[in-house]
């Protein structure tokens, strides 16, 4: 996913001279084939985050369209004001490419994990954040960055995550995707938490339980109109996000139920990371299955949901 | 020195705290004069299409000191000078801290401290791209610059060899709680930005002319940024604001208080 959203920025930044690239201190040889061939947009600027922010916000008011590069939690944690003042107030396009969203840096500690960095970035006004599922998705996502006129959030995975995403079901910022149609349930996911409510739903498909999957790429804006078709329709509804549970997907879901349809809210359980910081190392998988996120946890989440209600 | 001009432009700002009895009025004092020359006789713009792309970039890092800001582009006809008496009202363009796009002039919202040089370097860095003469130009308070990012932005517009870029640091030595050197003290000053890479001036900010000398000499090499420090007194003009952290800002102000403003620039 990694691979394909900086191979996107090259063919972008060859096709569209208002292409910027700027990474932070990222691995060696990375986007050399921009460096070669336009140097002049390929921008390698230290471990100075705050002041990437702000030269990109400096260079997009010039009219250029900059992808800035690095780790999420970095991004998110460090530059909260930068973002807030020099991007979203502002409204400036700026893209921020965020390595490692979620678990992805498990074996490297809490000061490396991206677990709170929707929550940050959903609290400001004008910000749009997006969560690809697979390489595929982000293929088809980032032609799409470059005329959106709002900064933008994008969240990546680990890389070679199983390919679910599926061309014909297209991809538009701000929209939401139905990869399974609902009809009892409906697992309500982002990123690759798709891939794992879609195996879910195969193992509850094989107990006689129908449940659906709606993919939500872009968290904010929240696809509402899609959100407000689908929910009433469902007897429960199960996020399922790689962040903590305080300030994701979920509590946009919760919040729009509350404003707009407060009947629905009992319907909705949030699955997602404890109000904690990690205790341990290990792998993203690893650290899923600790904090109870698997196919088998999900599925019984949404079996004994179904019961109650 | 402090002729009937500088005098005039400070008149301005009192008749912004006038209206809204509040203000960083110190802040705004020590600016004056810089601000004067850059846009009487340095800065290219046109007040009547600020988005000129020919224009030169400035930015009023130091958000705080947008009074002074406020009063040279209404002087120069960037909006009315009506516009004055609306300082902090609801519906007013001019706010406590400077705001791109509400205020015709203004190149980028400031006054969350340490992030207008970053943008200036995006912007001097987008010229060289587009190969654009204009400059860009940054005031900064010294305050301002205990900000660890401004030292990022320092190094970048050094590895970036930004001679279209000029720092402009307001230095009157006094930041909201007291002296600077006592805060958190910067000197050597001049030293540090020389070591960061940095062309190096040093001027008496109150005095236009040595001011207008100086712009003359920017750019000051082909291959380096320029930084200006510029020696201030913070509430200058205002001697019982001069050298007064209690002048920073202000939250209430007399109505005796600003007759004896006017009294003193009169």
């Known amino acids: 996913m990694r691979k394909t959203s900086l191979n996107s920025v090259y063919k972008l930044a060859k096709n569209n001279k208002k292409v910027v690239y700027i990474g932070s201190d990222l691995g060696a040889g990375i986007l050399d084939n921009m460096k070669d061939e336009m140097p002049e947009r390929f921008f390698m600027e230290g471990v100075s985050e705050q002041h990437i922010i702000g030269m990109a916000a400096g260079i997009a008011m010039e009219g250029f369209i900059p992808y800035v590069n690095t780790i999420a939690t970095f991004l998110t944690r460090r530059c909260f004001e930068q973002i807030a003042v020099d991007l979203c107030l502002h409204d400036l396009p700026v893209r921020l490419i965020a390595n490692g969203g979620g678990a992805v840096y498990a074996p490297l500690g809490p000061t490396h994990l991206a677990v709170e960095d929707i929550a940050i970035l959903r609290s400001l006004p004008n910000m749009t954040i997006i969560a690809p599922c697979d390489a595929d998705e982000m293929q088809r996502m980032m032609p799409q960055t470059v005329d959106w006129p709002h900064p933008i959030y994008i969240r990546l995975a680990k890389g070679g995550d199983p390919i679910v995403s599926r061309d014909e079901l297209g991809f538009t910022i701000g929209k939401g995707i139905v990869m399974k149609e609902p009809i009892e349930a409906v697992y309500v996911t982002t990123g690759v938490m798709t891939q794992l409510a879609l195996k879910a739903s195969e193992l509850l498909h094989k107990k006689g339980i129908s449940s659906g999957v709606i993919h939500m790429p872009t968290i904010r804006p929240l696809d509402e109109k899609l959100l407000k078709k689908y929910i009433p329709k469902v007897e429960a509804i199960v996020v399922i996000e790689e962040h903590r549970r305080i300030g994701g997907l979920g509590s946009a879901i919760l919040e729009l139920c509350n404003d707009e349809m407060p009947e629905e809210t009992s319907k909705i359980y949030r699955i997602g990371f404890p109000d904690a910081f990690a205790d341990r190392y290990g792998n993203q998988n690893s650290l899923l299955e600790y904090w109870g996120i698997t196919v088998e946890n999900v599925a019984k989440i949404l079996e004994e949901k179904l019961k109650i209600t | ?266």
């Open chain 2, 1 to 266: 020195m402090f002729d009937n001009r500088s005098k005039e432009l400070r008149r301005l700002v009192i008749d912004m705290v006038d209206v809204g009895k509040r203000g960083h009025i110190g802040p705004a004092m020590s600016l004056i004069e810089i601000l004067r020359v850059f846009f009487d006789s340095w800065l290219n713009y046109d007040p009547k299409n600020p988005s000129w792309e020919e224009r030169d970039r400035f930015i009023l890092s130091k958000g705080h000191g947008c009074l002074a800001l406020y009063a040279i582009l209404a002087d120069k006809g960037f909006f009315s000078k009506d516009e004055l008496k609306t300082f902090c009202k609801s519906e007013s363009i001019l706010g406590g801290h400077p705001e791109r796009p509400h205020v015709p002039g203004v190149e980028a919202s400031t006054g969350a401290l340490g992030h207008g040089l970053s943008i200036g370097v995006g912007m001097a860095i987008a010229a060289k791209i587009t190969n654009k003469e204009h400059k860009v130009a940054v005031i900064t308070g010294d305050g301002e610059i205990n900000e660890g990012a401004i030292w990022e932005a320092v190094m970048s517009a050094s590895k970036h060899k930004l001679s279209n870029l000029s720092l402009w640091i307001d230095s009157n030595k006094l930041q909201s709680y007291g002296l600077t050197s006592e805060v958190l003290d910067l000197d050597p000053l001049a030293d540090k930005f020389i070591s960061f890479g940095f062309e190096v001036l040093e001027v008496d900010g109150h005095d236009v002319s040595q001011i207008r000398k100086t712009t003359a000499k920017i750019p000051t090499s082909l291959d380096r940024p320029t930084v200006v420090i510029c020696h201030t007194i913070k509430g200058k003009g205002l001697p019982f604001a001069e050298g007064n952290p209690a002048w920073h800002h202000k939250s209430y102000l007399s109505d005796e208080e600003i007759a004896d403003m006017y009294k003193l620039l009169a």
